[in-house]
């Protein structure tokens, strides 16, 4: 009887532990599968098949080629839509007015709103990525609509003609041409080869593809399986209108790239309206193709290039903060809406930005961080200057901490260090902060921040001109190569420093390449072994110890 109760209790235990077990293993499943612009919907090859599928569809009047993806038949036979003029549809479109506006404000140049008239309904959207996780929304508030077009809007209740096709008009033709460059359009993505699907975010597939077997770029498109696209669709039932609302960020991401001309900013090279089988008038995005910014790799380049990102953020906020909208913030700020092109950061996600400062009264004007709060004063109900503040503060916590101080040469360190403090502190604004920057890129670009300069080398060294030393390679870091060792210098008493500190080094070779600053590229070796004719190189080698 003991023994048929000790197995029982034993079973019990089993039972419990295995329960306990799957019950962690399901919670850790449905955590990954909820986790936002989490890929979970389809892997990228059926992403890059749906595509060429669908690049082949009828084109229908002016419309041509979508480079995107259709709605899927589980979504497009949804019965679960509202009745048109109900309370439930009439809010969809309500906020797809408001995006609209939106847009149309930043076509008028409108950057700022009076402060005067009765507040409109918020914009539902994704809280800020300044705060941490939580029920604490911060959305961006719209500005106060004139009288005709709430109006006019009142009066239109149907998803089939949310817009009037003036309105479309507007859009397409504004955009034919930036800075007298002829826009790409739908027949300039019609044979694209190449493509490859990158990524997406809440709202955005990004897909790389080849035009002309020559061009790159990227095209941007509602993600159909993200988010924003399935949590409207859960909500409101309605495909159709919840692909408008969510397609008017693409819209406004490139009307504000069309605006702002800006080195950091990345390029809109053209657009795509076409229709679907599903939707009419789907929109995709023709840009600049960049790299992701990978904050570990970056970590493991020289000085010099982090720098050069840094300066080239520094850039971009001090023009975000005095554009022709006015001062711009942007609210998504992490680094995976930058990329790098050719060296350079640019901003790739603009569909997040906005030049509405934030609401306030005079006690309660407070910019909120995770690790800490900042204070501002209250201007006619507005924070002033939060938009370039939370711009720096940001720059700050995800770039200049990392990036900047590390590795350094010794004699900038004090000033680095300065500004990082600054700028965590909100000490400087953007216009000081990028002054002691440039000053930062004179002082190494001229070779200012070299020590005892006329100090005497411990060894000689012989020069012999047109060779290269291919082989004798032996690591350093940082380095631009991986299986070498391989700096960047202002000039060859700089490279004799060098290779003095270094006990593996017995001969360098000055390259004929130079980095973004001017400094020339200089292998550093183990000896001279391999040492060979190469044309435009000359080699340092050592003669004494």
Not at 432 to 439: A, D, I, M, R, S
Request: charge should be neutral.
């Amino acid at each position: 009887m003991v023994l048929i109760k000790l197995i029982t209790m034993k079973r019990r235990r089993i039972v419990v532990a295995a329960g306990f077990c799957f019950a962690f293993f399901l919670g850790t499943l449905m955590n990954l599968l909820y986790i936002p612009g989490f890929e979970h919907h389809q892997n990228h090859d059926h992403r890059v098949h749906r595509y060429y599928h669908e690049k082949q569809q009828q084109v229908t009047g002016d419309s041509q080629l979508q480079v995107g993806e259709s709605v899927t038949e589980a979504v497009a036979e949804s019965n679960s839509k509202p009745a048109v003029g109900s309370r439930h549809h009439q809010d969809l479109l309500l906020q797809i007015r408001e995006r609209f506006d939106e847009v149309v404000r930043y076509r008028q140049r409108q950057a700022h709103g009076s402060g005067t008239g009765d507040p409109v309904r918020q914009l539902e959207r994704r809280r800020l990525m300044d705060s941490e996780p939580g029920d604490n929304w911060d959305p961006i508030k719209v500005i106060e609509r004139t009288e005709n077009r709430q109006t006019h809007f009142q009066n239109r209740l149907s998803p089939s003609i949310y817009m009037p096709t003036a309105s479309r008009k507007d859009f397409t033709m504004t955009l034919s041409s930036v800075n007298g460059t002829r826009m790409l359009g739908c027949s300039s993505i019609d044979n694209v080869t190449n493509v490859q699907y990158l990524g997406s975010g809440y709202t955005k597939a990004v897909y790389k593809a080849s035009l002309n077997n020559s061009l790159s770029v990227a095209l941007k498109s509602v993600d159909f399986g993200g988010h924003d696209m399935e949590n409207c669709v859960k909500k409101y039932g309605s495909p159709g209108d919840c692909y408008r609302l969510a397609s008017f960020k693409i819209v406004k991401e490139m009307t504000l790239m069309e605006m702002l001309q800006h080195p950091n900013i990345l390029k809109l090279y053209g657009y795509c309206y076409q229709d679907s089988n599903d939707i009419q008038d789907t929109v995709t995005a023709i840009t600049e193709l960049g790299s992701p910014l990978e904050m570990i790799q970056l970590l493991q380049t020289s000085w010099e290039e982090r720098f050069r990102i840094c300066l080239s953020l520094v850039r971009l906020l001090h023009y975000l903060a005095h554009s022709p909208l006015g001062s711009v913030t942007l609210l998504d700020f992490r680094p995976r809406q930058f990329v790098l092109v050719a060296g350079e950061l640019k901003v790739t996600d603009l569909d997040d930005a906005s030049t509405e400062e934030a609401p306030c009264s005079p006690s309660d004007c407070v910019m909120e961080f995770p690790a800490r709060n900042f204070t501002l004063p209250c201007s006619r109900g507005r924070c002033l200057g939060i938009n370039e503040k939370r711009n720096l503060y940001n720059a700050y916590r995800f770039f200049f901490t990392y990036l900047l101080p590390h590795s350094a040469p010794p004699t900038l360190r004090p000033l680095l260090d300065k500004i990082v403090n600054a700028t965590g502190e909100l000490i400087w604004g953007i216009d000081e902060t990028l002054l002691q920057l440039e000053k930062v890129l004179h002082l190494y670009r001229n070779g200012f921040y070299l020590q005892n300069s006329t100090q005497t080398h411990i060894t000689d060294y012989k020069h012999v001109v047109d060779a290269s030393i291919p082989e004798e390679n032996y690591r350093c870091w940082p380095s631009y190569q991986h299986d070498g060792c391989l700096l960047s210098v202002f000039s060859i008493t700089e490279a004799i420093g060098v290779c003095e500190r270094h006990a593996q080094c017995q001969a360098f070779v000055v390259t004929n390449q130079t980095t973004w600053t001017g400094h020339q590229l200089v292998f550093f070796k183990t000896g001279t072994a391999s040492l060979s004719s190469a044309k435009g190189r000359v080699t340092y080698v050592r003669v004494g110890s």
